[in-house]
């Protein structure tokens, strides 16, 4: 199974600062079509998952353009561009270049 | 909108079964993979499996830890995927979320939007 590998716990983040996640796979997520399978999730406080960023670097509809994502290979990163308040919650990576998909185990955001 | 909705959560002892159900609205449900994550109480997600739609066979992937015990079917007329959970264990306490499965150049699945999840809770 490909294991991915999330930046810890991230120190409290000032609004309107920038904020970064990274996520490393044990694998290569690069398939033959050129595509980079990495997707990644936000977990607000008490809700279900939502879907920010697929193909490591697609926006999903909806998401701010603050969002954005970048990497290749086995190593990821999600940048926050200016933190907001509303950012909050448990960010999940997550590969599905091969059966089973894993997820990172989660980085926490909080906001100062 | 597009709508996601899970039941049939309850408490169950080790070794029954218990069967849940994702219920859509507001898309073409025969059109798209449904997948089953699960949430153990306090802990980070875990992919549990996925059934694909008709037209690539309906063919189901499970995670190793609920291979043989867990079945994923699909009842498109009515747009419900089910999760059959036999001889389930301690360990399979957790808030069961399905998804949508989304999907382009014919490979990996994404998902959106989740449902708001049931809780299945395994104790004696």
């Known amino acids: 199974d490909i294991v991915m590998t999330q930046s810890p716990l991230s120190p409290p983040v000032t609004p309107g600062e920038p904020a970064s996640i990274s996520c490393r796979s044990s694998?290569?997520?690069?398939?033959?079509?050129?595509?980079?399978?990495l997707d990644w999730y936000l977990q607000k406080p008490g809700q279900s998952p939502q879907l920010l960023i697929y193909l490591a670097s697609s926006r999903a509809s909806g998401v701010p353009d603050r969002f954005s994502g970048s990497g290749s290979g086995t190593d990821f990163t999600l940048k926050i561009s200016r933190v907001e308040a509303e950012d909050v919650g448990v960010y999940y990576c997550m590969q599905n270049v091969q059966f089973p998909y894993t997820f990172g185990q989660g980085t926490k955001l909080e906001i100062k | 909108d597009v709508h996601l909705v899970e039941s049939g959560g309850d408490l169950v002892q080790p070794g029954r079964s218990l069967r849940l159900s994702c219920t859509g609205s507001?898309?073409?449900?025969?059109?798209?993979?449904m997948t089953w994550v699960r949430q153990a109480p306090g802990k980070g997600l875990e992919w549990v499996g996925l059934i694909r739609h008709k037209a690539y066979g309906g063919t189901t992937e499970y995670a190793a830890s609920v291979r043989g015990r867990f079945t994923f079917s699909r009842d498109d007329s009515r747009n419900i995927a089910y999760l059959q959970m036999n001889s389930v264990k301690i360990e399979d306490t957790a808030l069961y979320y399905c998804a949508r499965g989304l999907q382009e150049e014919g490979r990996g699945y994404w998902f959106d939007p989740w449902g708001p999840g049931t809780l299945v809770t395994v104790s004696s």
């Open positions: 694998q290569s997520l690069l398939a033959s079509n050129g595509y980079n399978y």
């Open positions: 507001g898309f073409t449900f025969g059109d798209h993979a």
